[in-house]
């Protein structure tokens, strides 16, 4: 981006410079509904609190950055969509977007499944007591000795990635004298995003086998011939922070059509698909993502109609949502530390924290929201650019966001929607320690993974 594009000058407190925003929000202290856990408000004061516990208070007591999660919105979205599936569909939680042993315990609790993408996560689900049944593991280069693991702890399926991956589960289950439950995940040519959907040229990724060229159908010939794997299934999975259902209707079409293509080859009708995740969550007010019940009823549809077509019995359906149910359930807490107006421009707000507990925005060019939380304000807005305290100038949070122009030091801000994939992409840089996550519900808040600590930096560097 360039500066000159932006000559300095004096700022007309009405005049933004161009970026990816709308118009300042009527009123800055609001706080959407939308993007913000369940439980959130002001209280009286003007202090946000969730779960009954004002922010103040969590960050006397836990410090910042910190995130904060929601434990009866997560409990509400899990069970949300257990319900709208029903008894004959399952839900996998994907573990990847935040995994936790207590995340681990409500979804047992609230009757969902998870998905597991390494041996890692693996540890972490059977440590709370997930049931191995329940757990699917996925991964495009799950290693020997992750597949030992998981057949031996008897984990519900695993979802097949490649062609080598077909005779390595089948050896390994041989070997332990079982037959592993296996899906074969199949890359059907679509791709889905945020507003649209490309139907060709996206089986150029890592993951998944082909329909096109017939290497999905040849991956079924080969899983159905050993006597290690028990095929239940078929299994696709289209893309992330998706709203727009057209693509999953393209992708249930050909996982369908191949569904036919084994019928008719092999005399065998699969009993399962898996539509995998995706379901976008509302990160600005501009987003608009659909109720589980609804999504639920859409490819409960999708399926049963293609399968009419094709003359087969309907599979039992699953999903595998993850930032649908954890993203929205929490926010990230953060110490306003130096500000920095630059004329013509925007002010910088920086945080204690930054891409080191949310890679997204650099990632991504995610997109989130924030306000002031800590107090109310009646200043006027001001553009502002959320940044952290890290040694890179991509070190940005919120790209474009309107805080309130009497922003001070000590002041907190809350960025929220920041359940998935934050804390699960966290990272050390700059030694910068990860923080904690904290749950509050019914007016209590509670550690669930603690801050680290700068002896757990140093326990690792045994030079
Ligand atoms: C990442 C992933 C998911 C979850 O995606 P969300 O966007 O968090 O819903 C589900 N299934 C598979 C196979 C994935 O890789």
Redesign the pocket.
Known sequence: MSRSAHPAGPRHADVFPEGHYSAPPADLNALHPKVWAHTVTRNTDGVLTVGGVDVAALAEEHGTPAYILDEADFRERARAWRTAFGADADVFY?G??FLSRAVVRWLHEEGLNL?V?SGGELATALSAGMPADRIAF?GNNKSVEEIHRAIDAGVGRI?LDSFQEIVRVAHVAQSLGKRQRVQI?ITVGVEAHTHEFIATAHEDQK?GIPLAGGQAAEAVRRALQLDGLELIGL?S?IG??IFDMSGFEVAAHRVVGLLKDIRDEHGVELPEIDL????GIAYTSDDDPREPHEIAKALTEIVTRECEGARLRTPRISV?????IVGPTAFTLYEVGTIKPLDGLRTYVSVDGGMSDNIRTALYDAEYSVALVSRTSDAAPMLARVVGKHCESGDIVVKDAFLPSDLAPGDLIAVTATG??CRSMASNYNHVLRPPVVAVREGESRVIVRRETEEDLLRLDVG
């Open positions: 994907a990847k977007a998905d993408c996925h979802v995940r993951f299994h999975h992330s922070q995998g995740g995706g379901l595998e949502p993850g930032r649908a998935a994939y």
